[in-house]
């Protein structure tokens, strides 16, 4: 289905039409039936992969840059994604088994910067040319719903570009001035397309548009954070503290206590609802946005979608706290519907899948002795996360398959992403999981470059092909349906994808960790290294997964399940196993089955598999 719009972006936010354009596709009935797939427009594809080559794992050096320096330089610049080249892979991320694109922000940043990755917004109603047209956003969001998809789209209200420039100490234009409550430093004038600065706008490349946020008292001007936490003597929730009042670095902090401000902002992405028709948002840096100003920009949000028929407008948040029990309370507080699960989860994820820390570290997360464990047991209010385009979790900006030349590397990382699958959540995987890409700031070379600054590239490969290509490549593109990470988590994921009461119990059950007992030892909870296992139970239905989290030995057990559902001598039937041939991946056998059996007084399955090898049976 094809909906025409508007060329062309309204010079003011008073002339911008908020009547949807076309169809409105109506909210998904719970997200937790969702599997988002994360992507940057500028990395991910550019729809021209056909004139290139794939790369080939078994010999990885065939593609490698030819030199170092211009692949680490291309890391920093736009590298021709497109929104065109998102709407080509369609095929690819379905048959992975994607039902939902996030798309990082394709809003249209500054022809003068290289913020490909979105978050430096110069016209907040227009799309930026370098990812295409604001009808390619449109016809992307159209094919993906004519698939029965979805598309989430990210948001920033808490800051725009570097429109504009500080007047500095001797009165000259400066970038950044450093952070002071009061009173607002003066604007020395707008950024022009040639970063000068001018005393106002003359093209749509100068300065910030729409032209109401051309107006200096929408901005703090308090100069850039330094304070990144709140301090022992500061109220929380108070808007003043500085990291909700500074600069973001040199990106320009609104003043969301300005009513006329927020309401600005709101209808700026209502417009973009009724323009594209998208299904939901994932809101930029909400740590920096006061509670009551959230409760208010999200109130708007919502009430414009469900007005139009969007029921369950998906509003995500993104909240870096470690204290996570706060962000559970704050997506109440803040009129969320969910958070990004990116504070301890994606450590302790990828600690129990390489066997590097005990099951129960991130199983526990789930405990309902605890508001965020019991919370997280409802799968509704969280949004799972292994790898994403910050890492801020981990002490070192990489993905979950760097650093490892273990040849189960590849099981690992689909099975990461297969715990999240079978775990009570709304589970999104980050572009090139699939292909276990494992950026990692140890790609950086101090000789070429001694900075260690924008490391985050690293985490940013190209699938597509440019000059900045996963593996330190050039030339050649990622796409493979036949890579053995991708084969494993689409067929993981139509087992959770099931129609019937297996796939309901693996979205909607309750989750429960499983003793295992192996050499005659008592039933416990396995250490590191050993099998994990843990089921999904809704009523009648049980689904219990078991992973081998030792990455070079095999591993066997005897399994706990639940006694009054399993008779002694009942059979449960194999969903998904690991070592299955590709064939069997993408057909599976409907006959291979563990029988049920009794032992040291409970029921159990006995259960024996390779390095990092999983199963799944019901």
Request: aromatic content about 12%; proline content about 7%; some cysteine.
């Amino acid at each position: 289905m094809l909906t025409v719009i508007e060329p062309q972006a309204p010079r003011r936010l008073a002339d911008a039409d908020l009547n949807p354009r076309g169809r409105v596709f109506p909210s998904p009935l719970s997200w937790r039936d969702q599997f988002l797939y994360q992507l940057l427009p500028d990395r991910f594809s550019d729809g021209r992969e056909g004139e290139r080559p794939m790369f080939d794992r078994h010999r990885p050096e065939q593609f490698r840059a030819e030199s170092k320096a211009a692949w680490m330089a291309a890391g920093n610049r736009f590298n021709g994604g497109t929104l065109k080249g998102i709407l080509s892979k369609l095929d690819y991320l379905q048959t992975l088994g994607v039902t939902t694109l996030w798309l990082n922000p394709p809003w249209k940043q500054r022809i003068d910067s290289e913020t490909y990755h979105g978050y430096g917004i110069q016209n907040f109603l227009e799309v930026d040319p370098r990812f295409g047209t604001r009808q390619d956003l449109r016809d992307l969001v159209d094919a993906a719903h004519d698939r029965g998809m979805y598309v989430v789209l990210d948001i920033i209200y808490n800051h725009s570009g570097s429109n504009w420039y500080y007047r500095g100490p001797e009165g000259s234009p400066a970038e950044t001035m450093p952070y002071r409550f009061s009173p607002p430093y003066e604007i020395h004038g707008w950024r022009s397309h040639e970063s000068r600065s001018i005393p106002q706008p003359l093209t749509l490349e100068d300065g910030v548009f729409p032209e109401e946020f051309q107006n200096p008292d929408w901005y703090n001007r308090a100069g850039m954070i330094s304070q990144w936490e709140v301090s022992p003597w500061e109220d929380p929730l108070n808007p003043y503290v500085e990291f909700r009042q500074g600069d973001f670095f040199e990106l320009r902090d609104f003043n969301l206590e300005n009513k006329e401000t927020l309401s600005a902002l709101a209808k700026v992405y209502q417009y973009w609802i009724a323009l594209t028709d998208c299904d939901g948002f994932r809101v930029d840096a909400v740590k920096h946005v006061s509670p009551a100003s959230s409760r208010r920009f999200c109130s708007e949000i919502h009430g414009y979608a469900q007005a139009i028929g969007k029921e369950n407008f998906l509003l995500a948040g993104e909240l870096t706290d470690e204290n996570l029990v706060q962000g559970y309370r704050d997506i109440f507080g803040r009129n969320l519907d969910s958070v990004l699960d990116i504070a301890a989860a994606p450590n302790n994820l990828m600690a129990l899948v390489k066997g590097l820390g005990h099951p129960g570290a991130y199983f526990g997360l789930y405990d309902e002795a605890q508001l965020s464990g019991s919370i997280r047991q409802l799968g509704t209010y969280h949004v799972s996360v292994l790898d994403d385009h910050d890492m801020c979790s981990r002490p070192t900006k990489q993905r979950f398959a760097a650093g490892s030349d273990l040849p189960t590397r590849y099981h690992q990382a689909a099975h990461a992403v297969g715990v999240m699958l079978t775990m009570p959540g709304v589970p999104s995987i980050y572009y090139g999981t699939e292909q276990a890409l494992d950026g990692s700031e140890s790609y950086h070379d101090y000789g070429i470059e001694p900075q260690h600054a924008y490391i985050d590239r690293y985490i940013r490969e190209c699938m597509f092909g440019g000059k900045f290509g996963a593996f330190g490549t050039e030339g050649c593109h990622f796409f493979n349906p036949q890579h053995p990470t991708y084969l494993r988590i689409a067929a993981i994921a139509r087992v959770r994808q099931r129609p019937d009461r297996i796939g309901r119990a693996l979205r909607r059950g309750q989750h429960y960790p499983r003793e295992t007992s192996f050499m005659d030892r008592p039933f416990s909870y396995p250490g590191a290294g050993e099998l994990a296992a843990w089921s999904q139970i809704q009523f009648n239905a049980e689904v219990l997964m078991v992973l081998n989290t030792h990455g070079t030995e095999g591993r066997g057990a005897y399994v706990t399940i639940d006694r009054s559902l399993h008779p002694n001598g009942s059979t449960m039937t194999v969903l998904y196993n690991s070592d299955w041939s590709d064939e069997q991946l993408q057909n599976p056998p409907t006959d291979e089955t563990v029988t049920v059996e009794h032992y040291q007084d409970r029921r159990v399955v006995h259960v024996s598999l390779p390095p990092a090898g999983m199963m799944i049976l019901a």
